[in-house]
């Protein structure tokens, strides 16, 4: 009932557009394992949900609440622990105040709803780096049609 591709091909086109040309934003593609290509997001379809409206029987009678998953990684030399922190937080900044810049995202959902961050650590043998993960959860709602 609702093109989730089409989302997650606009919220890629607006980052990329908006982000520091550092970043490195792919959709759809495996999840990153290489700390040479951060700071790196990824964008993905997440879990849909139609529900019915209580009023109104038209074509646009369901809504679907619709997840749009980013991955983001960071990497850091080994210097100091607060370094990948902080460049984790500066990235998931970076990224809510251009997504909250256009609750519609450019008109493909109603609204976004709500946005959930996990942050999760990559353990590798390496000594040298430290390379962090944030997941972040983007809650839209989606008129149907």
């Known amino acids: 009932m609702i093109n989730e591709s089409s989302i997650t091909a606009e919220i890629a086109s607006i980052l990329t557009a ?3 040309s550092k970043y490195i934003v792919e959709r759809g593609e495996y999840v990153n394992t290489d700390p040479d290509r951060t700071p790196w997001v990824g964008v993905y379809p997440g879990a849909t949900k139609y529900e019915p409206r209580t009023i109104g029987n038209g074509p646009n009678s369901w809504r679907a609440e619709f997840t ?4 983001i990684q960071t990497a850091t030399l080994k210097a100091n622990a607060s370094d990948a922190e902080d460049d984790m ?3 998931t900044k970076a990224i809510l105040d251009i997504v909250m810049a256009d609750k519609t995202i450019n008109n493909k959902v109603a609204a976004v709803k709500g946005i959930n ?3 999760t650590y990559n353990v590798t043998e390496s000594n040298e780096l430290y390379y ?3 997941e972040i959860d983007i809650i839209t709602e989606v008129r149907t049609s």
């Open 132 to 134: 962090q993960n944030a």
């Open 117 to 119: 961050v996990v942050r």
């Open 68 to 71: 749009i998953k980013l991955v």
């Open 89 to 91: 937080g500066a990235a």
């Open 18 to 20: 908006n982000l520091d």
